[in-house]
């Protein structure tokens, strides 16, 4: 298992494609506004304090966007 800073999985140019089968799970948008505001401001003070945010199982797909960044598909998180 490896590690994995926030920072590193934001600015690495990489697409995560989530299987079909999640995709009927939703949350609202007050749901989205505050998580998307807890990673910004984690992303933004890029303080020394380490947040556990979950798991997260991703795997490599051997071919690449349009734009020819790495795909991943996301298992699980």
Excluded: C
Excluded at 6 to 17: F, I, M
Excluded at 24 to 41: P, Q, S
């Amino acid at each position: 298992m490896d590690r994995m800073k926030l920072v590193e999985l934001l600015e690495e140019p990489v697409q995560y494609r989530v299987p079909v089968f999640q995709r009927t799970y939703e949350w609202d948008r007050n749901r989205w506004n505050g998580f998307w505001e807890d990673i910004k401001d984690l992303y933004d003070s890029r303080t020394a304090d380490s947040r556990f945010l979950g798991t997260l199982v991703f795997r490599p797909i051997r071919t690449r966007s349009m734009h020819g960044e790495k795909l991943y598909q996301i298992i699980d998180g």
